[in-house]
């Protein structure tokens, strides 16, 4: 059968691979299996969410509540910004999708960095838009620059801080560039782990109401996937001025967020505390890795996110260093598919850690 040919160089998404798939290919014992591959939060979420989550389980027969007043009110309040300025989605990638879909057709152009978050290819591909790419592994606004004037793109992706590389902009570089931005370019910050990134390094912190008010270009993405330890239940947001968000509303599809989530993320709002918690343990536990990296004479990426990125040196390679701790029962991410030497490992908790390194210690 013939597709839609867009489809075509496409090579879709390869996950961190599931606990469940470990123990049935390795014949692995589930308690002794550490996933350390996708940047969840290993403390999970608020104790308080899974309460209020118990509490609205007779409502599964009813469809959710579309407007999602509650969540966005939270939101709206958490960031200073109005309802008219917030879209919800089934995760932020469906926030991307949305963004893609409603700005970008056969032919745009999408920039985004080297390496990168790959579901912005991915999307953009969907819709038969050619991908360009800045040439140095971390984010480079001359290069941004540079490349935008010479392709005028109609989407800017910035991913701060990054995945999988671990590195933030400077806000103040950041902004210097979106000014220089003609006003039909979407420029799409995505803070998936922005929480840590406020946390570690103000400088690095962005503002969405901040960049909003300036810029009505600007779309600026969240989740509670990575540090609300929410990413079983799949809720992201994008912030923008109204008449962006007013587009996006136009590709989403009804009740794309389910009761439960919407009532999870809700409640996870309320308890800042648990997460600032959970983020301060996360870069008590990093310093361990930078640590096992020194030791090691292993490069490893300033971090402003829940997960390093370790570059191997020659004769040492990413996959098989994957594989063998695969078989151990150790999920981590071989980032050999962006054309790197390097693997990418979320922090756990203090005991996870401590696997990881046993473990990694004779293959190194
Ligand atoms: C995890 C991640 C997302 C999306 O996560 P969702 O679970 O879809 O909210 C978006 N961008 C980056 C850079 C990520 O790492």
Redo the contacts with the bound molecule.
């Keep these: 059968m013939n597709f839609n040919s867009a489809l075509e160089n496409i090579k879709s998404y390869e996950a961190g691979k599931p606990i469940e798939l470990v123990v049935r290919e390795y014949g692995i014992d589930k308690e002794n299996i550490v996933k350390l591959a996708s940047?969840e939060n290993p403390f999970g979420c608020s104790p308080k969410v899974k309460d209020a989550v118990r509490a609205v389980i007779d409502n599964m027969s009813l469809y959710p509540d579309d407007s999602m007043v509650k969540l966005k009110s939270a939101l709206g309040e958490k960031y200073g910004i109005g309802l008219d300025e917030l879209i919800v989605g089934a995760?932020?990638?469906q926030v991307i999708e949305f963004a893609i879909h409603a700005k970008a057709h056969n032919g745009s152009k999408v920039l985004m960095n080297s390496v990168t978050?790959a579901m912005y290819e991915i999307y953009a591909k969907q819709v038969g838009a050619v991908i360009l790419r800045t040439a140095s592994r971390e984010h480079n606004m001359e290069e941004f620059y540079a490349l935008y004037q010479e392709h005028k793109p109609s989407i800017i992706f910035l991913?701060t801080p990054n995945?999988p590389t671990g590195d933030a902009l400077d806000v103040h570089s950041m902004i210097s560039f979106i000014e220089k931005v003609d006003n039909d370019t979407l420029v799409i910050v995505?803070g998936?782990?922005m929480e840590y990134a406020r946390f570690k390094d103000p400088s690095k912190a962005v503002e969405p109401k901040d960049l909003i008010q300036r810029f009505d270009n600007v779309l600026f993405?969240g989740?509670f996937?990575?540090a609300y330890g929410l990413?079983g239940m799949?809720v992201?947001y994008g912030i923008a001025s109204a008449s962006i968000i007013k587009a996006l509303y136009k590709v989403r599809p009804p009740f794309n967020i389910t009761t439960l989530s919407l009532e999870a993320a809700s409640v996870a709002l309320k308890d800042e505390a648990f997460v600032t918690e959970c983020i301060a343990d996360n870069f008590k536990e990093m310093k361990r890795y930078k640590a096992f990296a020194d030791e090691k004479g292993i490069q490893i990426i300033e971090s402003y996110t829940n997960f390093v990125t370790l570059s191997l040196p020659d004769g040492k390679n990413s996959s098989e260093i994957a594989q063998a701790l695969l078989k151990k029962g150790m999920i981590i991410r071989d980032l050999s598919s962006y054309g790197l030497n390097a693997i990418r490992v979320t922090i756990g908790t203090q005991v996870q850690n401590s696997r990881f390194f046993e473990l990694c210690e004779p293959l190194l």
């Design positions: 940047n995760g932020s990638d978050f991913c995945n995505d998936a782990y993405l989740t996937s990575k990413g799949r992201g």
